[in-house]
């Protein structure tokens, strides 16, 4: 069992950055992808960003050239660096994680989730 935790979440203008982070209680050596999904009010949680045991790193086109998604094994933690944010990025943003990778990009893969940290973006 890994216990995953977020943080750095916010309000921040349109343009702006936020880094957030997730901190897991297990070492993340052995785990097959470590990634980050969001969910806006009345929709249905997305994809946002993956990283695979082989290093492989994958972004929801909608984030392409602006989110950049990190882990780092050695301090159990990943990373997501989100720049020139929208108002449409508004949303809980959650980290998740599992021991597989085939389905990197759904959330039926994933048997990990954090209690997710809100990111606001005001126009």
């Known amino acids: 069992q890994v216990r995953l935790v977020e943080s750095g979440g916010g309000v921040v203008q349109a343009g702006g950055s936020l880094r957030l982070s997730c901190a897991a209680s297990a070492s993340t050596v052995s785990l097959g992808v470590m990634g980050w999904f969001r969910q806006a009010p009345g929709k249905e949680r997305e994809f946002v960003a993956a990283?695979?045991?082989?290093?492989?790193?994958y972004y929801a086109d909608s984030v392409k050239g602006r989110f950049t998604m990190s882990r780092a094994n050695d301090k159990n933690t990943a990373s997501l660096q989100m720049n020139s944010l929208k108002p449409e990025d508004t949303a809980v943003y959650y980290c998740?994680?599992?021991?597989?990778?085939?389905?990197?990009?759904?959330?039926?893969?994933?048997?990990?989730w954090g209690q997710g940290t809100q990111v606001t973006v005001s126009s």
């Open positions: 998740a994680a599992d021991n597989y990778d085939s389905l990197w990009y759904s959330t039926r893969e994933y048997d990990y």
């Open positions: 990283i695979r045991r082989s290093g492989g790193i």
